[in-house]
């Protein structure tokens, strides 16, 4: 039976502010300057590397209440050979980032649907900037449909993702090849149901510098599953 390994699809892209408007807030993170890279690898559970993701950042809008950039994400596999790419927003709006819902589907699924039709509904999910150690951050989900280009549905292809009991654990330190840096750490969990359902426990250590740094993965009986991280940031 071929084993199914999870990884975060959740690029380095988290990112705490303290400023009053989103132009204030938004000019001074690394994500929204048109050009930044981000590459994260993965890990299994014994350190072997199993992939990674490089994000660009490509083109970014502003309104007055609102900044929004566009990103390009490739994935790679162990041995540094693309096998699939994706695009998506985030946005900076009302106190909060928002990132669109697609980045919580797994990677691999997105990689499996990449020939076929998706259409998703849910919430998206948001980073507040008032955030504080103790906090329970709000809930989202996606729900997918799947089916055959110029097709007919294949309801058993449907899968739905929710994120659920998020909450902010501590503050504290951590360090990855991209450098050390000071971090909350957030856990939550996410349980993804197809024609099978499976749930996991995810920490994050995520910086008001570079966003998400390292990503722990555990199965629902708290075995180590293997990790994320953010291993270069080019500017």
């Known amino acids: 039976m071929k084993k199914l390994i999870l990884i975060s699809t959740t690029p380095a892209i988290f990112f705490l502010f303290t400023a009053f408007t989103p132009a204030d807030v ?32 490509t083109k970014t809008t502003k309104t007055p209440t609102e900044i929004s950039v566009s990103a390009f994400q490739e994935s790679f596999d162990k041995k540094g050979k693309s096998t699939f790419n994706s695009e998506f927003t985030v946005k900076c709006a009302g106190g909060n980032l928002v990132f669109d819902m697609k980045m919580m589907v797994p990677q691999q699924q997105q990689e499996a649907y990449k020939d076929m039709e998706m259409t998703m509904d849910g919430t998206d999910l948001e980073m ?10 709000k809930d989202a989900h996606v729900n997918i449909k799947v089916s055959a280009k110029g097709g007919a549905p294949i309801p058993m292809m449907n899968m739905s993702v929710r994120i659920t009991e998020r909450k902010v654990e ?14 909350y750490k957030i856990s939550e969990w996410v349980e993804t149901k197809s024609i099978v359902g499976i749930k996991m426990k995810s920490v994050q250590w995520f910086s008001f510098e570079a966003g998400v740094v390292k990503t722990e993965t555990y199965k629902e009986n708290g075995k180590y599953m293997g990790k994320t991280e953010l291993t270069e940031i080019k500017k």
Do not use: H, R
């Not at 507040?128 to 951050?137: F, R």
């Open 128 to 137: 507040p900037s008032n955030l504080q150690v103790g906090n329970t951050l």
């Open 26 to 57: 938004c000019d001074n993170l690394i994500f929204f300057k048109e050009g930044t890279i981000l590459t994260m690898t993965s890990y299994t559970d014994d350190g072997k590397v199993t992939g990674s993701t490089k994000t660009s950042y």
């Open 170 to 183: 501590a503050k504290e330190s951590t360090t990855t090849p991209a450098g050390t840096f000071e971090c």
